[in-house]
């Protein structure tokens, strides 16, 4: 789609001047429908992977038949649907609450963070939708951490500086998926991609909009309040390590299941150590790595970048 923004680099010493005006103009342009892309003939290919390798990092599992490891992708494909539709939980009442302040302001702003937030929650169904297409096609149980609600409500009780940090990250996580890895890979399932690249083609908008929210919500904070949001905003990423680390424990165990197969106590382990590794870099360094999430950081105060670079190599 010729009309959509791409992502640009922005500069180290100074917020990004995104305008309002031309985001709501691309969200408005991009707006498709979940119709669009599930539902009736749309259906999942089951013979294909449905996650890029470099996410999904299966093909090192040597002692995995091809068809394992393909089962084992999907496992990866169903968190990816499922992680996302839980940290959209807390996207969309975090953006609403920022919202309101704003409402008699520019028209522009507020109509993009409604669509912001009317974006978010149609992800979530469309998350949901695909979930449900693949939990009904795959044949096994697929065991997931939650609820959803509770891991919502404790980010939440965070200052919202911080909280807006986990989202900007999240935000250019999810431009960084299918700008490298996403866009270019023919492997895949044309019906996974496409949930993707439609994803993406929001998100775009949504990376821009969180940047401007983090700089407002910065601007009314004292140097302290922001070290301190830096503090809030790791705690939480290690709150959520600490949650996808148990959906690893939880794939091997989907895997077993899936193809009726067992794993000796070092297989258990080589899985475990590989595809927590893949897990890491999909939802967290990727996102901690960006270069315009760790140049937000920085101007929400100065040094954190240098800190988020140093354990970024955590999560590679
Ligand atoms: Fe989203
Ligand atoms: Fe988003």
């Known amino acids: 789609m010729k009309t959509l923004t791409l992502e640009t680099k922005q500069s180290n010493n100074s917020w990004p001047n995104y305008s309002y005006e031309s985001i709501l103009a691309a969200s408005e342009r991009v707006n498709w429908s979940v119709e669009d892309l599930i539902g009736g003939d749309k259906r999942l290919d089951f013979n294909r992977p449905f996650l890029p390798e470099s996410l999904a990092r299966v093909e090192g599992l040597d002692f995995l038949t091809p068809r394992e490891r393909v089962v084992l992708n999907q496992i990866r494909s169903h968190d990816y649907l499922y992680i996302f539709g839980l940290v959209e939980e807390f996207i969309v009442p975090f953006v ?30 469309l998350f949901r939708r695909f979930r449900e297409d693949f939990l009904a096609q795959f044949g096994s149980q697929c065991d997931v951490i939650g609820p959803p609600e509770a891991i919502a409500q404790a980010i939440l009780s965070k200052h919202p500086l911080a909280v807006a940090l986990v989202i900007l990250q999240i935000e250019w996580m ?6 490298d890895s996403v866009a270019d890979d023919t492997a895949i399932d044309p019906q996974f991609k496409s949930l993707l690249k439609h994803h993406w083609m929001e998100e775009a908008q949504h990376a821009k909009l969180d940047s401007l929210m983090v700089q407002a919500i910065a601007e009314a904070c004292s140097a302290q309040e922001r070290a301190t949001a830096i503090d809030g ?14 959906q690893v424990r939880f794939d091997v165990e989907s ?29 967290l360094g990727s996102g901690i790595s960006h270069p315009n999430f760790l140049a937000a950081t920085d101007l929400v105060s100065p040094g954190a970048r240098a800190r988020l670079e140093s354990i970024a190599p955590l999560f590679t």
């Open 96 to 125: 609403l609450d920022h919202t309101r302040p704003l409402l008699h302001g520019s028209n522009a702003r507020v109509r993009a963070f409604l669509n912001f937030a009317g974006e978010e929650a149609k992800h979530i169904e």
């Open 174 to 179: 999810t431009q960084r998926h299918y700008l």
């Open 233 to 246: 905003y790791l705690e939480l990423g290690g709150m959520l390590d600490a949650g996808l680390m148990q």
């Open 255 to 283: 895997l077993k299941r899936a193809t009726n197969r067992t794993f000796s106590a070092d297989e258990t382990s080589r899985i475990i150590e590989v595809q927590q590794k893949a897990t890491r870099w999909t939802f």
